[in-house]
Protein backbone atom coordinates (compact mmCIF):
# COMPACT_ATOMS: atom_id res chain seq x y z
CA UNK A 1 0.00 0.00 0.00
CA UNK A 2 1.50 3.56 -1.14
CA UNK A 3 2.04 5.87 1.77
CA UNK A 4 0.27 9.38 0.40
CA UNK A 5 3.72 10.98 -0.28
CA UNK A 6 4.82 14.77 1.41
CA UNK A 7 6.22 15.87 -1.30
CA UNK A 8 9.45 18.75 -0.23
CA UNK A 9 9.42 22.44 -1.72
CA UNK A 10 7.72 21.75 -5.40
CA UNK A 11 8.38 24.89 -7.65
CA UNK A 12 5.02 24.32 -9.23
CA UNK A 13 3.88 25.91 -12.77
CA UNK A 14 2.36 28.82 -11.22
CA UNK A 15 4.05 29.21 -8.06
CA UNK A 16 5.96 32.37 -10.26
CA UNK A 17 2.21 33.27 -11.10
CA UNK A 18 0.85 32.87 -7.49
CA UNK A 19 3.74 35.11 -6.25
CA UNK A 20 3.25 37.90 -9.00
CA UNK A 21 -0.10 37.75 -8.51
CA UNK A 22 0.81 38.59 -4.70
CA UNK A 23 -1.17 35.38 -3.48
CA UNK A 24 0.05 34.71 0.09
CA UNK A 25 0.26 30.75 0.38
CA UNK A 26 1.77 28.19 2.53
CA UNK A 27 5.08 27.01 1.28
CA UNK A 28 5.00 23.74 2.13
CA UNK A 29 3.35 22.43 -0.87
CA UNK A 30 1.52 19.13 0.72
CA UNK A 31 -0.76 18.39 -2.50
CA UNK A 32 -1.40 19.33 -6.17
CA UNK A 33 -4.44 20.65 -7.87
CA UNK A 34 -5.70 20.57 -11.69
CA UNK A 35 -8.21 23.20 -12.12
CA UNK A 36 -10.38 22.89 -15.85
CA UNK A 37 -13.04 24.40 -17.02
CA UNK A 38 -12.14 27.97 -16.17
CA UNK A 39 -13.82 27.28 -12.74
CA UNK A 40 -14.10 30.66 -10.70
CA UNK A 41 -10.66 32.22 -9.37
CA UNK A 42 -12.06 32.10 -6.27
CA UNK A 43 -11.00 27.90 -5.95
CA UNK A 44 -7.59 29.01 -7.46
CA UNK A 45 -6.96 31.73 -4.68
CA UNK A 46 -8.66 29.72 -2.15
CA UNK A 47 -6.29 26.33 -2.91
CA UNK A 48 -3.27 28.38 -3.46
CA UNK A 49 -4.12 30.11 0.13
CA UNK A 50 -4.11 26.58 1.76
CA UNK A 51 -0.91 25.96 0.55
CA UNK A 52 -1.43 23.32 -2.63
CA UNK A 53 -0.11 23.93 -5.80
CA UNK A 54 -2.24 24.93 -8.44
CA UNK A 55 -2.35 24.31 -12.20
CA UNK A 56 -4.99 25.68 -14.36
CA UNK A 57 -6.06 24.82 -17.92
CA UNK A 58 -8.78 26.94 -19.01
CA UNK A 59 -10.95 24.42 -21.28
CA UNK A 60 -12.27 20.67 -20.78
CA UNK A 61 -9.97 17.71 -21.57
CA UNK A 62 -10.71 14.33 -22.97
CA UNK A 63 -9.54 11.42 -21.42
CA UNK A 64 -6.29 10.90 -23.05
CA UNK A 65 -5.30 14.39 -22.22
CA UNK A 66 -6.64 14.15 -18.96
CA UNK A 67 -4.55 11.53 -17.58
CA UNK A 68 -1.62 13.37 -19.50
CA UNK A 69 -2.04 16.40 -17.60
CA UNK A 70 -2.80 14.77 -13.80
CA UNK A 71 0.36 12.39 -14.41
CA UNK A 72 2.55 15.87 -15.25
CA UNK A 73 1.85 17.01 -11.94
CA UNK A 74 4.23 17.18 -9.06
CA UNK A 75 4.71 14.31 -6.86
CA UNK A 76 2.28 13.43 -4.57
CA UNK A 77 -1.26 13.30 -4.55
CA UNK A 78 -3.55 14.95 -6.59
CA UNK A 79 -6.67 16.51 -7.13
CA UNK A 80 -8.70 17.75 -10.09
CA UNK A 81 -11.25 20.00 -10.63
CA UNK A 82 -13.59 20.18 -13.31
CA UNK A 83 -17.46 21.65 -14.36
CA UNK A 84 -19.63 19.51 -16.45
CA UNK A 85 -17.29 19.28 -19.95
CA UNK A 86 -14.74 17.09 -18.55
CA UNK A 87 -15.21 13.29 -17.44
CA UNK A 88 -13.83 12.05 -14.49
CA UNK A 89 -13.65 7.72 -16.26
CA UNK A 90 -12.86 4.45 -14.69
CA UNK A 91 -10.10 4.69 -16.92
CA UNK A 92 -8.87 7.97 -15.56
CA UNK A 93 -9.31 6.95 -11.97
CA UNK A 94 -7.22 3.67 -12.73
CA UNK A 95 -4.28 5.31 -14.57
CA UNK A 96 -3.92 8.06 -11.86
CA UNK A 97 -4.20 5.99 -8.59
CA UNK A 98 -2.86 9.11 -6.38
CA UNK A 99 -5.74 11.16 -7.60
CA UNK A 100 -7.96 10.69 -4.85
CA UNK A 101 -10.07 13.83 -4.77
CA UNK A 102 -12.35 14.93 -7.35
CA UNK A 103 -14.19 18.70 -6.91
CA UNK A 104 -17.29 19.02 -8.94
CA UNK A 105 -17.59 22.77 -9.43
CA UNK A 106 -20.96 22.72 -10.46
CA UNK A 107 -24.35 20.63 -8.91
CA UNK A 108 -24.20 17.36 -11.06
CA UNK A 109 -21.67 14.98 -10.65
CA UNK A 110 -23.04 12.29 -13.87
CA UNK A 111 -19.75 13.19 -15.58
CA UNK A 112 -17.75 11.43 -12.55
CA UNK A 113 -17.88 7.42 -12.48
CA UNK A 114 -19.43 7.73 -9.32
CA UNK A 115 -19.34 3.84 -8.20
CA UNK A 116 -16.01 3.46 -9.35
CA UNK A 117 -14.66 7.03 -7.89
CA UNK A 118 -16.64 5.12 -4.65
CA UNK A 119 -15.26 1.37 -4.90
CA UNK A 120 -11.47 2.97 -4.96
CA UNK A 121 -11.79 5.28 -2.16
CA UNK A 122 -11.79 8.92 -4.07
CA UNK A 123 -13.68 11.22 -2.95
CA UNK A 124 -16.01 13.68 -5.06
CA UNK A 125 -17.59 16.44 -3.37
CA UNK A 126 -20.38 19.52 -5.67
CA UNK A 127 -21.73 22.61 -5.04
CA UNK A 128 -25.35 21.88 -4.72
CA UNK A 129 -25.99 25.12 -2.23
CA UNK A 130 -24.10 27.72 -3.79
CA UNK A 131 -26.65 28.92 -6.38
CA UNK A 132 -29.30 28.42 -3.56
CA UNK A 133 -29.75 32.99 -3.20
CA UNK A 134 -29.59 33.30 -7.15
CA UNK A 135 -32.66 30.64 -7.83
CA UNK A 136 -34.29 32.36 -4.50
CA UNK A 137 -34.12 35.96 -6.48
CA UNK A 138 -35.31 35.01 -9.64
CA UNK A 139 -38.69 33.19 -8.67
CA UNK A 140 -39.20 36.60 -6.70
CA UNK A 141 -38.57 38.40 -9.80
CA UNK A 142 -40.67 35.47 -12.03
CA UNK A 143 -43.68 36.41 -9.24
CA UNK A 144 -43.79 40.11 -9.70
CA UNK A 145 -43.35 39.64 -14.25
CA UNK A 146 -45.78 37.44 -14.23
CA UNK A 147 -48.22 39.35 -11.76
CA UNK A 148 -48.12 42.43 -13.72
CA UNK A 149 -48.02 40.25 -17.13
CA UNK A 150 -44.81 41.78 -17.99
CA UNK A 151 -43.61 39.62 -20.77
CA UNK A 152 -46.12 39.66 -23.59
CA UNK A 153 -46.29 43.37 -22.70
CA UNK A 154 -42.42 43.75 -23.49
CA UNK A 155 -42.83 41.53 -26.62
CA UNK A 156 -45.90 43.94 -27.77
CA UNK A 157 -43.35 47.24 -26.85
CA UNK A 158 -40.60 45.79 -28.83
CA UNK A 159 -42.85 45.46 -32.11
CA UNK A 160 -44.03 48.94 -31.82
CA UNK A 161 -47.43 47.69 -29.99
CA UNK A 162 -48.98 49.82 -26.84
CA UNK A 163 -50.72 47.79 -24.15
CA UNK A 164 -51.06 50.25 -20.92
CA UNK A 165 -53.36 49.39 -18.92
CA UNK A 166 -54.35 47.11 -15.17
CA UNK A 167 -56.45 44.71 -16.81
CA UNK A 168 -54.58 41.28 -15.58
CA UNK A 169 -51.64 43.52 -14.06
CA UNK A 170 -51.98 42.38 -10.04
CA UNK A 171 -49.78 43.33 -7.21
CA UNK A 172 -48.14 40.87 -5.23
CA UNK A 173 -48.66 41.86 -1.60
CA UNK A 174 -50.98 40.32 0.49
CA UNK A 175 -51.46 37.02 -2.60
CA UNK A 176 -50.31 33.94 -1.09
CA UNK A 177 -47.23 32.13 -2.16
CA UNK A 178 -47.52 28.27 -2.07
CA UNK A 179 -43.45 26.44 -1.95
CA UNK A 180 -43.12 23.06 -1.96
CA UNK A 181 -40.16 21.59 -1.03
CA UNK A 182 -38.76 24.40 2.14
CA UNK A 183 -35.41 23.21 2.12
CA UNK A 184 -32.39 26.07 1.15
CA UNK A 185 -34.35 27.27 -1.97
CA UNK A 186 -38.07 27.35 -0.82
CA UNK A 187 -36.94 28.73 2.79
CA UNK A 188 -34.93 31.98 1.01
CA UNK A 189 -37.55 32.36 -1.15
CA UNK A 190 -40.10 32.72 1.38
CA UNK A 191 -38.14 34.85 3.07
CA UNK A 192 -37.92 37.37 0.27
CA UNK A 193 -41.79 37.14 -0.62
CA UNK A 194 -42.38 38.24 2.92
CA UNK A 195 -40.61 41.10 2.37
CA UNK A 196 -42.83 41.71 -0.68
CA UNK A 197 -45.77 41.45 2.15
CA UNK A 198 -46.63 37.95 0.33
CA UNK A 199 -48.36 35.49 2.56
CA UNK A 200 -46.29 32.58 2.27
CA UNK A 201 -46.82 28.47 3.36
CA UNK A 202 -45.29 25.26 2.67
CA UNK A 203 -45.60 22.01 2.25
CA UNK A 204 -42.51 19.78 2.57
CA UNK A 205 -42.42 15.92 3.18
CA UNK A 206 -39.98 17.13 6.20
CA UNK A 207 -40.29 18.26 9.27
CA UNK A 208 -39.32 21.73 8.68
CA UNK A 209 -38.84 24.98 11.38
CA UNK A 210 -41.02 27.91 9.72
CA UNK A 211 -38.95 31.09 9.39
CA UNK A 212 -40.25 34.61 9.69
CA UNK A 213 -44.30 33.94 9.57
CA UNK A 214 -44.26 31.17 6.68
CA UNK A 215 -46.40 28.47 8.24
CA UNK A 216 -46.59 25.06 7.14
CA UNK A 217 -49.73 23.52 5.63
CA UNK A 218 -50.78 19.79 6.01
CA UNK A 219 -51.25 18.79 2.45
CA UNK A 220 -49.90 19.29 -0.87
CA UNK A 221 -53.46 19.27 -1.44
CA UNK A 222 -54.28 21.95 0.78
CA UNK A 223 -51.62 23.85 -0.53
CA UNK A 224 -52.41 24.06 -4.26
CA UNK A 225 -56.25 24.88 -3.31
CA UNK A 226 -54.94 27.80 -1.48
CA UNK A 227 -52.26 29.17 -3.20
CA UNK A 228 -52.50 32.30 -5.69
CA UNK A 229 -48.95 31.45 -6.91
CA UNK A 230 -47.46 27.82 -6.59
CA UNK A 231 -43.20 27.72 -6.68
CA UNK A 232 -41.46 24.28 -6.62
CA UNK A 233 -38.47 23.16 -4.78
CA UNK A 234 -37.96 19.45 -4.37
CA UNK A 235 -35.32 17.27 -5.53
CA UNK A 236 -35.82 14.84 -8.55
CA UNK A 237 -36.47 11.49 -6.94
CA UNK A 238 -39.30 9.00 -7.54
CA UNK A 239 -41.84 10.66 -5.36
CA UNK A 240 -41.09 14.35 -7.14
CA UNK A 241 -41.61 12.83 -10.64
CA UNK A 242 -44.56 14.36 -12.36
CA UNK A 243 -45.51 15.68 -8.79
CA UNK A 244 -47.50 18.03 -10.91
CA UNK A 245 -49.90 16.46 -13.05
CA UNK A 246 -52.93 17.22 -14.61
CA UNK A 247 -54.95 16.31 -11.98
CA UNK A 248 -52.16 18.23 -9.31
CA UNK A 249 -52.79 21.40 -11.80
CA UNK A 250 -56.70 21.00 -12.16
CA UNK A 251 -56.69 21.76 -8.03
CA UNK A 252 -54.79 25.01 -8.15
CA UNK A 253 -57.34 28.16 -8.09
CA UNK A 254 -58.23 29.56 -11.17
CA UNK A 255 -56.23 32.14 -11.96
CA UNK A 256 -53.27 31.11 -10.10
CA UNK A 257 -49.22 31.16 -11.42
CA UNK A 258 -47.27 27.36 -11.53
CA UNK A 259 -43.25 28.74 -10.95
CA UNK A 260 -40.98 25.25 -11.52
CA UNK A 261 -36.83 26.30 -11.25
CA UNK A 262 -36.16 22.99 -9.48
CA UNK A 263 -35.94 20.00 -11.85
CA UNK A 264 -37.84 19.35 -15.41
CA UNK A 265 -39.24 15.79 -14.73
CA UNK A 266 -41.61 17.02 -11.56
CA UNK A 267 -44.17 19.11 -14.05
CA UNK A 268 -46.00 17.73 -16.82
CA UNK A 269 -45.28 20.53 -19.24
CA UNK A 270 -47.96 19.04 -21.51
CA UNK A 271 -50.60 19.38 -18.71
CA UNK A 272 -49.19 22.47 -18.08
CA UNK A 273 -49.86 23.81 -21.92
CA UNK A 274 -53.02 22.77 -21.74
CA UNK A 275 -53.61 24.58 -18.54
CA UNK A 276 -52.38 27.64 -19.60
CA UNK A 277 -54.36 27.22 -23.20
CA UNK A 278 -57.46 27.17 -21.31
CA UNK A 279 -56.71 30.17 -18.91
CA UNK A 280 -57.21 27.82 -16.15
CA UNK A 281 -53.99 29.15 -14.96
CA UNK A 282 -52.71 32.67 -15.51
CA UNK A 283 -48.91 32.33 -16.31
CA UNK A 284 -46.14 29.56 -15.68
CA UNK A 285 -42.41 30.36 -15.01
CA UNK A 286 -40.06 27.50 -16.13
CA UNK A 287 -36.45 27.65 -16.33
CA UNK A 288 -35.78 23.51 -16.09
CA UNK A 289 -37.54 20.79 -18.84
CA UNK A 290 -37.66 17.52 -19.18
CA UNK A 291 -34.98 17.05 -21.88
CA UNK A 292 -32.93 20.36 -22.27
CA UNK A 293 -30.73 20.92 -25.37
CA UNK A 294 -27.56 19.72 -24.60
CA UNK A 295 -25.35 22.88 -25.35
CA UNK A 296 -26.47 26.74 -26.80
CA UNK A 297 -25.82 25.39 -30.27
CA UNK A 298 -28.64 23.40 -30.12
CA UNK A 299 -32.16 24.53 -30.60
CA UNK A 300 -35.13 24.61 -27.64
CA UNK A 301 -37.85 22.43 -28.15
CA UNK A 302 -40.97 22.85 -25.55
CA UNK A 303 -44.26 22.92 -25.94
CA UNK A 304 -44.37 25.48 -23.57
CA UNK A 305 -43.45 27.69 -26.72
CA UNK A 306 -45.22 30.63 -27.80
CA UNK A 307 -47.60 31.04 -24.67
CA UNK A 308 -48.47 34.10 -23.55
CA UNK A 309 -47.69 34.92 -20.09
CA UNK A 310 -45.85 32.07 -20.10
CA UNK A 311 -41.73 32.36 -19.13
CA UNK A 312 -38.90 30.26 -20.20
CA UNK A 313 -35.44 30.57 -18.86
CA UNK A 314 -32.53 28.40 -19.92
CA UNK A 315 -31.77 26.74 -16.82
CA UNK A 316 -30.02 29.69 -15.41
CA UNK A 317 -31.72 29.74 -11.77
CA UNK A 318 -28.34 29.41 -10.44
CA UNK A 319 -25.87 30.90 -12.88
CA UNK A 320 -24.67 34.09 -11.62
CA UNK A 321 -20.97 35.24 -10.59
CA UNK A 322 -21.85 35.51 -7.40
CA UNK A 323 -22.83 31.60 -7.61
CA UNK A 324 -20.06 30.75 -9.24
CA UNK A 325 -17.86 32.52 -6.92
CA UNK A 326 -19.28 30.29 -4.13
CA UNK A 327 -18.94 27.02 -5.91
CA UNK A 328 -15.69 27.74 -5.94
CA UNK A 329 -15.02 28.44 -2.61
CA UNK A 330 -17.16 25.61 -1.50
CA UNK A 331 -15.74 22.98 -3.13
CA UNK A 332 -12.38 23.93 -2.57
CA UNK A 333 -13.12 24.64 1.17
CA UNK A 334 -14.03 20.77 0.80
CA UNK A 335 -11.04 19.64 -1.18
CA UNK A 336 -8.45 20.99 1.49
CA UNK A 337 -10.66 19.94 4.53
CA UNK A 338 -10.37 16.46 2.82
CA UNK A 339 -6.77 16.72 2.25
CA UNK A 340 -5.70 18.05 5.89
CA UNK A 341 -8.11 16.40 7.75
CA UNK A 342 -9.96 13.43 5.56
CA UNK A 343 -13.30 15.25 6.60
CA UNK A 344 -15.55 14.19 3.58
CA UNK A 345 -18.75 16.42 4.61
CA UNK A 346 -20.48 16.50 1.32
CA UNK A 347 -18.69 13.92 -0.63
CA UNK A 348 -21.12 12.05 -2.82
CA UNK A 349 -18.98 8.70 -3.12
CA UNK A 350 -17.89 8.53 0.99
CA UNK A 351 -19.17 7.99 4.24
CA UNK A 352 -19.52 11.63 5.68
CA UNK A 353 -17.30 12.16 8.30
CA UNK A 354 -15.68 15.11 10.20
CA UNK A 355 -14.88 14.71 13.78
CA UNK A 356 -12.66 17.64 15.21
CA UNK A 357 -9.04 16.10 16.19
CA UNK A 358 -8.87 16.25 20.01
CA UNK A 359 -7.27 18.74 21.78
CA UNK A 360 -4.34 17.28 23.74
CA UNK A 361 -0.97 18.86 24.49
CA UNK A 362 1.85 18.32 21.94
CA UNK A 363 1.41 16.80 18.44
CA UNK A 364 -1.78 14.84 17.00
CA UNK A 365 -1.69 12.82 13.95
CA UNK A 366 -4.14 11.21 12.45
CA UNK A 367 -4.35 8.29 10.30
CA UNK A 368 -6.94 8.32 7.49
CA UNK A 369 -8.02 4.97 6.67
CA UNK A 370 -10.18 3.79 3.86
CA UNK A 371 -11.01 0.64 3.67
CA UNK A 372 -13.51 -1.91 2.03
CA UNK A 373 -16.87 -2.04 4.20
CA UNK A 374 -16.47 -5.98 5.13
CA UNK A 375 -17.08 -7.80 8.56
CA UNK A 376 -13.78 -7.57 10.86
CA UNK A 377 -12.08 -4.70 9.94
CA UNK A 378 -12.32 -3.09 12.82
CA UNK A 379 -11.27 -5.80 15.00
CA UNK A 380 -8.34 -6.53 12.82
CA UNK A 381 -7.36 -2.83 12.56
CA UNK A 382 -7.47 -2.71 16.74
CA UNK A 383 -5.43 -5.83 16.74
CA UNK A 384 -2.96 -3.48 14.85
CA UNK A 385 -3.02 -0.31 16.68
CA UNK A 386 -2.67 -2.77 19.81
CA UNK A 387 0.08 -4.55 18.90
CA UNK A 388 1.69 -1.01 17.71
CA UNK A 389 2.01 0.22 21.19
CA UNK A 390 0.80 3.23 19.97
CA UNK A 391 -1.40 5.04 22.58
CA UNK A 392 -4.86 6.95 20.44
CA UNK A 393 -6.61 9.40 21.52
CA UNK A 394 -9.23 9.78 19.13
CA UNK A 395 -10.83 6.64 16.98
CA UNK A 396 -14.24 7.41 14.67
CA UNK A 397 -15.52 5.07 11.70
CA UNK A 398 -18.66 6.09 8.61
CA UNK A 399 -19.05 3.60 6.35
CA UNK A 400 -21.55 3.60 3.41
CA UNK A 401 -22.63 0.46 2.01
CA UNK A 402 -19.25 -0.28 0.04
CA UNK A 403 -16.81 1.47 2.35
CA UNK A 404 -15.45 2.31 5.51
CA UNK A 405 -13.74 5.28 6.22
CA UNK A 406 -11.69 5.24 9.68
CA UNK A 407 -9.56 8.07 11.77
CA UNK A 408 -7.43 6.79 14.20
CA UNK A 409 -5.83 10.04 16.18
CA UNK A 410 -2.11 9.60 17.31
CA UNK A 411 -0.53 11.53 20.13
CA UNK A 412 2.98 11.56 18.18
CA UNK A 413 4.41 13.66 15.44
CA UNK A 414 3.38 12.69 11.50
CA UNK A 415 7.16 11.83 11.07
CA UNK A 416 7.58 9.82 13.99
CA UNK A 417 8.25 6.33 13.01
CA UNK A 418 5.51 4.78 15.53
CA UNK A 419 3.17 6.63 13.74
CA UNK A 420 4.49 5.20 10.39
CA UNK A 421 4.51 1.88 11.34
CA UNK A 422 1.39 2.37 12.77
CA UNK A 423 0.03 3.94 8.98
CA UNK A 424 2.06 1.10 7.38
CA UNK A 425 0.17 -1.41 9.53
CA UNK A 426 -3.31 -0.49 8.73
CA UNK A 427 -2.56 0.10 5.21
CA UNK A 428 -1.15 -3.61 4.67
CA UNK A 429 -4.46 -4.73 5.89
CA UNK A 430 -6.26 -6.58 2.70
CA UNK A 431 -9.52 -4.31 2.98
CA UNK A 432 -7.36 -1.14 3.49
CA UNK A 433 -7.78 0.76 -0.47
CA UNK A 434 -6.13 3.99 1.00
CA UNK A 435 -4.25 4.92 3.80
CA UNK A 436 -2.51 8.42 4.91
CA UNK A 437 -1.59 10.09 7.89
CA UNK A 438 -2.03 13.89 8.28
CA UNK A 439 -0.71 16.42 10.76
CA UNK A 440 -3.80 17.72 12.92
CA UNK A 441 -2.77 19.23 16.17
P1 LIG B 1 -32.93 21.00 -0.68
O1 LIG B 1 -32.53 19.59 -0.65
O2 LIG B 1 -32.31 21.97 0.23
O3 LIG B 1 -34.53 21.10 -0.48
C1 LIG B 1 -35.44 20.23 -1.10
C2 LIG B 1 -36.63 20.09 -0.16
O4 LIG B 1 -37.63 19.35 -0.85
C3 LIG B 1 -36.30 19.35 1.12
O5 LIG B 1 -36.73 20.11 2.22
C4 LIG B 1 -37.09 18.06 0.98
O6 LIG B 1 -37.53 17.54 2.22
C5 LIG B 1 -38.24 18.49 0.13
N1 LIG B 1 -38.94 17.42 -0.56
C6 LIG B 1 -38.42 16.30 -1.10
N2 LIG B 1 -39.38 15.56 -1.65
C7 LIG B 1 -40.54 16.22 -1.45
C8 LIG B 1 -41.89 15.96 -1.79
N3 LIG B 1 -42.23 14.84 -2.48
N4 LIG B 1 -42.82 16.85 -1.44
C9 LIG B 1 -42.48 17.97 -0.74
N5 LIG B 1 -41.23 18.26 -0.38
C10 LIG B 1 -40.26 17.40 -0.75
O7 LIG B 1 -32.73 21.47 -2.21
P2 LIG B 1 -32.54 22.95 -2.75
O8 LIG B 1 -31.12 23.33 -2.72
O9 LIG B 1 -33.53 23.84 -2.11
O10 LIG B 1 -32.91 22.73 -4.30
C11 LIG B 1 -34.23 22.48 -4.70
C12 LIG B 1 -34.26 22.12 -6.17
O11 LIG B 1 -33.74 23.19 -6.96
C13 LIG B 1 -33.40 20.90 -6.52
O12 LIG B 1 -34.13 20.07 -7.40
C14 LIG B 1 -32.24 21.48 -7.27
O13 LIG B 1 -31.71 20.57 -8.21
C15 LIG B 1 -32.88 22.66 -7.97
N6 LIG B 1 -31.95 23.70 -8.38
C16 LIG B 1 -32.18 24.33 -9.58
C17 LIG B 1 -31.32 25.31 -10.03
C18 LIG B 1 -31.56 26.00 -11.32
O14 LIG B 1 -30.62 26.46 -11.96
N7 LIG B 1 -32.80 26.12 -11.77
C19 LIG B 1 -30.13 25.69 -9.28
C20 LIG B 1 -30.03 25.06 -7.95
C21 LIG B 1 -30.91 24.08 -7.57
Not at 191 to 208: H, P, R, S, W
Not at 364 to 386: F, K, Y
Amino acid sequence: MRRDHRPGPHEPANHAVALASGLVHNPIVTASALLLEKVHATAEKSLMDDGYAVTRINKGLTEDELIEALKALPEGPVMVGIRSKTHITAKVLDAVPRLDAVGCFCIGTDQVALGHARANGVTVFNAPFSSTRSVAELVMADIVMLARRIFPRNAAAHVGSWEKGATGAHEVRAKTLGIIGYGHIGSQLGILAEAFGMNVQYFDIEKKLPLGNTNSVVSMDALLESSDFVSLHVPDTEMTRNMMTAAEIGKMKKGAYLINLSRGKVVDIDALRIALESKALAGAAVDVYPSEPASNAEPFESPLRGLDNVILTPHIGGSTQEAQANIGLEVAQALDRFRKFGSTMGSVTLPNLDVPAPKVSGSVSRIINLHRNVPGVLSETNRVVAESGVNIVGQSLGTNEDVGLLYVDVPVAADDPKAENLRAGIAALGTSLRTRIEPVG
